[in-house]
Each structure stands twice: as structure tokens, then as C-alpha cells.
């Protein structure tokens, strides 16, 4: 079992920046692909950005040249660095892993507003 847990969010004006970290526990060893997804309201959820095993990236459309996402030498703790965020940006967002099995973190409330 993997336990994951989201942390950074808040409230950001137009342009700003944040970043977003997911710290795992548990039986870590054998994830091989992290990642963050969002889900705005009335929408559904979409894939922001994954990095796997060998660290390769992968990024959505609506992000890509804005958004980092990394993890530690340790791959216990991902993150997702947000620049030039925009409103459209705004959403809850998680943290999730896969091993044999997929993981979800709680979510954290980004918000974008002037």
C-alpha cells in the first residue's frame, strides 16, 4: 500500500507561481510512474504531468512551458512547479502514483484569481 499526501496550494494572482508537493509512504519500492492530475469544477479530470521511472516527462498541452514536474533523488516526494499560472489554471489537484495498483492523493485547492 501507498500513501500519498499533497501540500502547497492556495491562492495565486494571474502570473504568479507555486509549487505543489506530493510526499509518498508506504511500499514506495516498486512505483514506477508519478504524477499530478486537475479537475476544474464541472470538468473532468486531466492528466498535468507525469514523470516515470527512468525520468522521462510527460506534459498536457494546457501546460507545457509552464509547468515542471520532478521528484526527489529518493522518489518518496514529487513535485509540480506552476509558473505563469493563469485562471484557467484553477482546479483541485492530485497527486497520484502506479505500481501494480493506482494511488491518489487527497487533492489540493489551487486558485488563480486576481
Known amino acids: 500500500q501507498v500513501q500519498l499526501e499533497e501540500s502547497g496550494g492556495g491562492l495565486v494572482q494571474p502570473g504568479g507561481s507555486l509549487r505543489l508537493s506530493c510526499a509518498a509512504s508506504?511500499?514506495?519500492?516498486?512505483?514506477?510512474?508519478r504524477g499530478w492530475y486537475r479537475q476544474a469544477p464541472g470538468k473532468q479530470r486531466e492528466l498535468v504531468a507525469q514523470?516515470?521511472?527512468?525520468?522521462?516527462?510527460y506534459y498536457g498541452d494546457s501546460v507545457k512551458g509552464r509547468f515542471t514536474v520532478s521528484r526527489d533523488n529518493g522518489k518518496s516526494t514529487w513535485y509540480l512547479q506552476m509558473n505563469s499560472l493563469k485562471p484557467v489554471d484553477t482546479a483541485v489537484y492530485y497527486c497520484?502514483?502506479?505500481?501494480?495498483?493506482?494511488?491518489w492523493g487527497q487533492g489540493t485547492q489551487v486558485s488563480v484569481s486576481p
Open positions: 514523470i516515470d521511472s527512468t525520468g522521462s516527462t
Open positions: 497520484y502514483a502506479r505500481d501494480n495498483f493506482a494511488y
Open positions: 508506504g511500499s514506495i519500492f516498486s512505483i514506477w510512474l
